[in-house]
């Protein structure tokens, strides 16, 4: 039993276009982060929400999380080529920040 | 800026050999993770760790594995006696001082274990 699922697991796009990737789980999270992975390397964090219904915006990217605290979107407005990569959702069961839980995963291919 | 480093990037054992991962976590951190990544699936979470104590712990992290701060900069993962679905990337991460829930984690760029 996954703990968050990630839809769609793979998506493969032209440059310009929108997308949206959804993190959907049964569980209540304190926090959910949303991390990108290149091939070869560590996760490293985009964003953090934390309060029900919190959207947050990293440049073309907006973040939100959902009322109840038990899922999250991202949405890109006008992909680009350098988006590319593994995106995950991470939520956190605990109230101290120290039992993080990933998602499957969603792999982004912007097409030039 | 500063960040989390793992060594080694590649280790290489064979099967029922013991081993020992090593990170160094972001100076002013007091709380500090494990995570294994299979190829090709999920990262999942093994262990918390703070206050030189396990703060929490997934199934994944059995008798075979246990994590140390043997002094002020190192934190290592050992795994006793390896097997071959030990295989995988291994990441290390850490978070600020407060441990509240939205810390951010900082991950290391992750140590690849190859049983044999």
């Known amino acids: 039993t996954q703990l968050l699922e990630q839809s769609p697991q793979f998506l493969s796009i032209q440059e310009g276009e929108n997308l949206t990737v959804y993190c959907n789980s049964s569980?209540?999270?304190?926090?959910l982060q949303w991390y990108r992975q290149e091939p070869g390397e560590g996760p490293v964090l985009l964003v953090t929400?934390?309060?029900?219904?919190e959207v947050k915006k990293l440049k073309r990217l907006t973040f939100q999380f959902g009322d109840a605290r038990k899922d999250s979107s991202l949405h890109i407005t006008a992909a680009q080529p350098g988006d590319t990569g593994l995106y995950l959702c991470?939520?956190?069961?605990?109230?101290?920040?120290?039992?993080?839980?990933f998602g499957t995963g969603t792999s982004l291919t912007v097409i030039p | 800026e500063p960040e989390v480093t793992q060594t080694p990037s590649h280790q290489v054992t064979q099967m029922g050999q013991e081993v020992i991962l090593r990170c160094v976590p972001i100076?002013?951190?007091?709380?500090f993770y494990w995570y294994r990544q299979i190829l090709g699936q999920k990262v999942e979470f093994l262990v918390s760790?703070?206050?030189?104590?396990?703060?929490?712990k997934s199934e994944i992290f059995d008798d075979q594995f246990s994590v140390e701060r043997p002094d002020g900069s190192n934190f290592t993962l050992k795994i006793r006696s390896t097997k071959l679905e030990d295989s995988a990337m291994y990441f290390c991460?850490?978070?600020?001082?407060?441990?509240?829930?939205?810390?951010?984690?900082?991950f290391g760029p992750g140590t690849r274990l190859t049983v044999l």
């Open positions: 991460a850490s978070s600020s001082i407060t441990g509240g829930a939205g810390d951010e984690q900082f």
């Open positions: 569980s209540v999270f304190s926090s």
């Open positions: 929400v934390v309060t029900g219904g």
């Open positions: 991470a939520g956190d069961l605990s109230n101290t920040g120290n039992q993080f839980y």
């Open positions: 100076s002013n951190h007091l709380y």
């Open positions: 760790f703070y206050n030189n104590e396990i703060s929490e």
